[in-house]
């Protein structure tokens, strides 16, 4: 079952947005973030709205998606939109008994759990329309200033490659695992905090111990396909930017010039 | 996985009796369902729809560790859930959840210890200082120690060489027929099935396709082709000749029986 | 440069009085012990031996993953103990291993195969060219784009397969790589290897324990405690069924009944590898 989900949800698609390249896409995610944390002001909260909601659209990626990344974090959201309601100090709107709703309250409220929906939406429409190798590329080539202080740069990105390869592998392999011990009458995951983590042992040590011999086996593959590192290695995937990149950049910079016009004017 | 846009009939309307101390095989092609009729069986898996009785107990709803000492799985590569400090210790593990004397515990590891034929130094053993036939046996004493009424071997041969694998199955029989437990071994090679189980359960995109003697089962050697599977090398010789020769039997499937039909044969024409 | 050995044959490989020395655990072991050995171009050769026989060993001498601590290998007329030659082999030898998982490194098929290339600095325009090219070579273009965890064992092998072809080599050494995969997937890289073979001239070495994969190759090398014990063709080989049996290993089932008949005197030649050879002479003889 979890074999088909693949990591980070890609979803096919030929938009504009999914032709871009990645560090454009990483650029525009970062900054935007940056930007959604200086604004305070509700409209300008509601223009960021907007421009997220027209990205969507171009993508042609449904805003179901974006609604369903909100859920590792619905208990948090809705946490802290009631604190933020019935404890602001200011212009009261409504009294429930000692409780009571401001104004205020409710606009930090709607500003606090829009930006929340806002950072989680920019970051998965980033993964929505980048398939993973495409993004570590892109992150790869990002980082390729840091090689002038020897910074590992192509090493983290095999690294996180090799780690994309392998989740899914070692996610079945730890139900192989749990299954293997469970027919021997092991209770995995019961008992209270101690003997929890205890039971777990049965599970970790098997996938620790057969992880290594996979980094060894892989390791000599490697080397039998004549890998030695970055030296003289070339790839088949190349990062070019296009007119398009430059195209949607400017845009992007325009509008978030006019978010941040929105937040200092109202 | 009922709901789910993944649904498929991993099993479908699948009926057949065990009978105590059978020596069954199940076959079919990979993804014809036996794993997952095989993980029912210690309550892995629970079916949607139907009852499953194993040794006198009702599955759904059941207490596992009550089914699980009934029912011993021997999954492929058994070797990997190795993880105890010793081979001694790996072994005591599933037996530390069942309240037995310290004593008659030693007891068992031991005596299961020399039926798999691991020496006592390499009880003291770490899983990870032995051979690779030797983890296995270790691994399998690890669910014996359990005395299974049932023993299911899920390709145990695999990755084994043809000596190898012939002292895993001499060790197998032998219990078999001391300890007459009911084993159900699950495999693809044909000629391993032909020796060793007395019925045989072809398992075809969820169904049984059919459930009979080797001799009914390998005697369908066209049929058994159609959905994905073999028959033993010798079943396709015998096969061969009966179309020259009718009075040889089809539906051989050991070099003993061949050897005996053949010679036969061959004498009456000198 | 092509070598060539006495009978004018092109070497491509040749191992002289090698051996190698395993110095771990409680006492040293000779994996390979005094082996010498030809491999021609173009030949299809099975080396068959029980597990610890040290096959692997002389597999991975072969490209030089390991050095011969004594004797020599020289892959294409270079010596695989001289470092500047490494590279040089392991491009024209190529190797598949048993674990199918743990040789793939890309997310997807095609980036996989690419992997080869890249190593070996090749254009990337030219990299896209030989990945697809290798991928239909193999009949798995329709694979590229998939994830590798969604394939089966023998697709994943196949995979491998096509990522070595990829690199261009001469030699493909296949060590063990059917051990883990079922009667299809068997099946499936068998087809593959012969295919390359006999259309492409492709040297395959194959490294296995199941006799009836061995019965394909045009020479079947024994080892066992890391000597050559026999070598021939399959039906030399398999026809001193004591000697097989003695080293652990087996003969087509076939092969066995006619040597029983043949020890209860009703027969009187046993050399047979496969169905149809049996049949023949049984039919010979019963008349």
């Known amino acids: ?266 | 996985m009922k709901g789910t846009p993944f649904e498929k009939k991993a099993l479908d309307n699948v009926s057949m009796e065990l009978k105590k101390g059978e020596f069954a095989a199940l076959i079919g092609h990979t993804g014809s369902g036996k794993s997952t009729l095989v993980q029912h069986l210690n309550g892995l898996l629970k079916q949607d729809e139907g009852q499953l009785n194993v040794a006198g107990l009702e599955t759904k709803g059941r207490d596992l560790k009550e089914l699980r000492k009934k029912v011993g799985i021997v999954f492929q590569y058994p070797e990997h859930q190795l993880f105890e400090e010793t081979v001694y210790k790996d072994i005591e593990f599933g037996l530390l959840k069942q309240n037995i004397p310290d004593e008659e515990r030693r007891k068992r590891i031991l005596d299961t210890a020399a039926i798999m034929e691991i020496s006592e130094s390499m009880l003291h053993k770490s899983p990870y200082e032995i051979s690779g036939g030797q983890k296995r046996r270790a691994a399998i004493a690890g669910i014996l120690v359990l005395e299974p009424e049932i023993l299911v071997l899920d390709e145990p041969a695999a990755g084994l060489d043809p000596s190898g694998t012939r002292e895993l199955f001499d060790i197998v029989t032998s219990l078999y027929r001391e300890k007459k437990i009911t084993v159900i071994l699950v495999s693809h090679s044909m000629e391993l099935v032909g020796d060793y189980a007395s019925r045989i359960i072809v398992m075809n995109k969820g169904r049984i396709e059919h459930d009979g003697t080797p001799s009914e089962v390998f005697g369908m050697g066209n049929k058994l082709e159609e959905i994905g599977l073999g028959v033993p090398q010798i079943t396709k010789l015998m096969a061969r000749l009966n179309e020259y020769y009718p009075e040889i039997a089809r539906d051989v499937y050991t070099i003993e029986d061949a050897q005996r039909i053949i010679g036969g044969i061959l004498r009456r024409g000198r | ?287």
């Open chain 3, 1 to 287: 440069m092509a070598v060539s050995n006495r009978a004018g044959r092109d070497l491509m490989i040749e191992i002289k009085k090698a051996e190698y020395i395993y110095d771990n655990h409680d006492f040293p072991v000779k994996a390979v012990d005094d082996v010498s050995l030809e491999i021609n171009t173009g030949e299809f050769i099975a080396v068959l031996g029980r597990n610890g026989s040290g096959k692997s060993t002389l597999a991975r001498l072969m490209n030089a993953l390991i050095i011969p601590d004594s004797g020599k290998v020289i892959v294409l007329g270079k010596d695989s103990s001289e470092a500047e030659n490494v590279w040089e082999i392991r491009k024209n030898v190529g190797m598949i291993f048993q674990n199918p998982d743990n040789q793939i490194v890309g997310t997807t098929v095609i980036e996989d195969v690419a992997f080869g290339p890249e190593n070996l600095g090749v254009e990337p325009v030219e990299i896209k060219k030989r990945a697809l090219k290798a991928l239909d070579m193999i009949g798995i273009e329709e694979l590229r784009e998939r994830a590798p965890h969604l394939l089966s064992g023998g697709q994943k092998q196949k995979v491998a397969i096509a990522g070595v072809l990829a690199m261009k080599p001469s030699c493909i050494i296949l060590d063990e790589s059917t051990s883990m995969l079922d009667p299809v997937g068997r099946r499936e890289v068998l087809e593959t290897i012969r295919k390359l073979n006999k259309i492409e001239n492709m040297t395959i070495i194959h490294i296995t324990h199941h006799m009836d994969e061995a019965c394909l190759a045009d020479r079947v090398v024994v080892v066992d405690e890391g000597k050559i014990v026999i070598q021939g063709s399959p039906r030399e080989v398999f026809s001193d069924v004591m000697l097989i049996e003695s080293l652990g290993l087996d003969v087509p089932q076939v092969t066995r009944l006619l040597f029983n008949l043949k020890k209860e005197g009703l027969v009187d030649d046993s050399a047979v590898i496969d169905i149809d050879e049996a049949v023949g002479k049984l039919r010979a003889l019963i008349g």
């Open chain 1, 1 to 266: 079952m979890i074999r088909n989900i693949t990591l980070g949800q890609y979803l096919p698609g030929t938009s504009a947005i999914h032709r871009a390249d990645p560090r454009t896409k990483i650029i525009m995610t970062i900054s935007f973030m940056v930007v959604l944390f200086i604004v305070n002001s509700i409209w300008a909260l509601i223009a960021a709205l907007v421009f997220v909601a027209a990205v969507f659209l171009i993508s042609g990626i449904s805003f179901k998606y974006a609604i369903r990344g909100m859920k590792p974090v619905l208990y948090i959201i809705i946490f802290t939109t009631v604190l933020n309601m019935f404890f602001t100090d200011g212009n009261v709107l409504l009294r429930l008994g000692p409780a009571r709703i401001t104004e205020e309250g409710l606009i930090l409220a709607a500003v606090v759990s829009l930006r929340v929906f806002l950072l989680i939406a920019s970051a998965s429409i980033m993964t929505y329309t980048t398939t993973p190798i495409t993004l570590t590329d892109g992150i790869e080539k990002l980082m390729g200033p840091l090689k002038v202080i020897k910074f590992p740069v192509h090493e983290m990105a095999m690294m996180m490659t090799i780690a994309l390869r392998f989740i899914p592998t070692l996610i079945d392999e730890t139900d192989k695992i749990m299954k293997a011990q469970a027919a021997r009458g092991a209770d995995i995951g019961t008992g209270n905090l101690l003997q929890r983590a205890r039971s777990f042992i049965p599970v970790l040590i098997p996938l620790f111990v057969s992880s290594f011999r996979r980094a060894d086996d892989l390791a000599v593959a490697m080397e039998s396909r004549c890998y030695r590192g970055s030296e003289g290695r070339t790839s088949m995937r190349i990062l070019k930017f296009k007119g398009l990149d430059v195209a949607i950049l400017g845009i992007f910079i325009i509008i978030c010039a006019g978010i941040l016009l929105v937040h200092y004017l109202i």
